[in-house]
Each structure stands twice: as structure tokens, then as C-alpha cells.
């Protein structure tokens, strides 16, 4: 044995040169241990406690992404601060990417119109901080954990104009969806023109080589109305929890009946 691991047959030839406990206590002449997958390990893990600690609290959010490269005189720009004005009336928090452009935007909208506005950043070759108009802010290194963050704490997704970040964004959302490893919750597209073309494209291409079901592209909603968009998931969200209220009773009606089938059970047994 080394540590936790076996080692028999040739794996023995080679004699350890030191001992874990050595190497931990020893003088350290080099930093690269840092960059080594077993403590890779430990940051992912200290990355997703970080987010689990700082999120876990906060009220029901809707997250939006979109290109970090449009500029604040750009048309979706003020379509972006609006939505996130619409977002905090609704009663919720916006979460974004955090970034510029129109990650900036709506946390512009929500933090102007009094709302929480929260950014989850991500360590890029390009250093990019967190927007000034964001409340609550974490960076994270490894984007995977940060698709967690997003996916776990938001009610709806909201995708305005953007690249392959906010493409990826969008189709890893229609993926969870539509695979049920979360619960349906709103997808919207914000630009009928923008989106048009990839809408098409899914609509026919995709549902004509079955490659998705028919029923699929009904897993979004296209609009041009950031109000629009906001009311889709108020309704969506009241429609699930009149869902949830109606199982309840369900459940209660048949409860009643189960208990009813084993007080008969149990009186016709003690006679």
C-alpha cells in the first residue's frame, strides 16, 4: 500500500522517495503542486461551497445572458436595462453573468429600479470584472461550476443577442430542460430578428430530420418585449405552483382513504 493506493507486480520495482506526510511537511522550493489535479480538486470544491454559501439565500431569480461586447449606446443595450427593471417589479432578482455589455445591462435596469442584481463572473484570458452595477457578485474560475450556479438558483432564462458564450448558455438550458434533469422552467429569446434564423433553422431542419420532437421548440418563447418576456414566467411559475397545489390536494384525498382502508382493516382483524 501507498497511501490509498494497491500496488502489486511491477508497480513495486520503484522505491518511494519520500512519504506523503513528508512531502507536506518538507520546505516547499517549488509552487507547481498548486496547478496539480489533486488540488485542482480542492478549488472546484471550495468554488461550489463559495457559491452554495453566498446564493443559497437569495429570493426567486430569473438569469439573462447575452454578449459581453455590445456598447451602452446600442439599441439591445436599453432593451437589456429594461428587462431588468421588468424583472425586479415582477418580484424577482436578476442574475447575470456579470460582465459588460448585456450582462451589464439588465443588472443596470434591476439596481436602478431598486432590485438585487447579482453577477456570477468567470476567469477569462482577457480580464474581465465584475460590472459596477451588480449587488452581489462572485468570480468563478471553472465555468462548469458557474453553469451550476445559474441552473440551480434561477426560476426562468432569458437570452438576449449574443455570441457562442450566450449560444452555449441557451442550448445547455434546452438541454437540461429537455432531458427533465431540472423542472421546465421559462425559456425566453429576446429579438425576434436576431433569433430568427436559428429559430427557423430548429423548427424545420431539426423536427424534419428528427433529431428533437415536434413538440420541442416549444420549450422557448420568442419575443421582442422585455414585459412580454417577464409575464410569460409569472404566468408559467403560477400555472406550477397551481400544479404543485393541486397534486397537494390530490395526495391529501388519497391519504384520507388509505388511512380509512386501514382503520377497516385493522378493526376487521382485532374482531
Not at 438569469?63 to 459581453?68: E, I, P, Y
Not at 459596477?132 to 468570480?139: A, F, K, M, T
Not at 434564423?197 to 421582442?224: C, K, N, Q
Not at 397534486?247 to 377497516?264: F, K, Y
Amino acid at each position: 500500500m501507498r497511501g490509498p493506493v494497491v500496488l502489486r507486480g511491477s508497480q513495486l520495482r520503484s522505491k518511494q522517495a519520500s512519504t506523503t506526510d513528508q512531502r507536506l511537511l518538507g520546505e516547499q522550493t517549488s509552487t507547481d503542486w498548486l496547478h496539480t489535479d489533486p488540488w485542482r480538486v480542492m478549488r472546484i470544491q471550495s468554488e461550489f461551497v463559495d457559491g452554495f454559501g453566498a446564493l443559497a439565500k437569495i429570493p426567486k431569480a430569473i438569469t439573462v445572458f447575452g454578449s459581453a461586447r455590445v456598447k451602452p449606446d446600442h439599441p439591445y443595450y436599453a432593451k437589456g436595462r429594461e428587462l431588468g427593471r421588468c424583472i425586479h417589479e415582477a418580484g424577482y432578482a436578476v442574475i447575470t453573468g456579470g460582465g459588460p455589455g448585456l450582462m451589464e445591462a439588465p443588472n443596470r435596469g434591476a439596481h436602478e429600479a431598486g432590485g438585487l442584481s447579482i453577477g456570477l463572473g468567470i476567469e477569462l484570458p482577457m480580464e474581465q470584472g465584475l460590472n459596477e452595477w451588480v449587488d452581489l457578485g462572485l468570480h468563478f474560475r471553472y465555468f462548469f461550476v458557474r453553469k451550476t450556479m445559474f441552473l440551480k438558483y434561477s426560476q426562468a432564462f432569458i437570452c438576449l443577442p449574443g455570441g457562442f458564450g450566450t449560444l452555449d448558455e441557451l442550448f445547455e438550458a434546452l438541454v437540461m430542460t429537455q432531458t427533465e434533469k431540472i423542472q421546465r422552467f421559462p425559456i425566453i429569446l429576446m429579438g425576434t430578428e436576431f433569433w430568427g434564423g436559428l429559430v427557423e433553422w430548429i423548427r424545420t431542419r431539426l423536427v424534419e430530420e428528427e433529431m428533437i420532437s415536434a413538440s420541442d421548440p416549444d420549450l422557448f418563447l420568442v419575443t421582442d418585449s422585455p414585459q412580454e418576456a417577464v409575464d410569460f414566467c409569472v404566468r408559467a411559475h403560477r400555472g406550477f405552483v397551481e400544479d404543485l397545489e393541486a397534486r397537494r390536494e390530490t395526495l391529501i384525498e388519497e391519504t384520507e382513504i388509505l388511512n380509512q382502508q386501514i382503520d377497516q382493516f385493522r378493526n376487521s382483524n382485532s374482531s
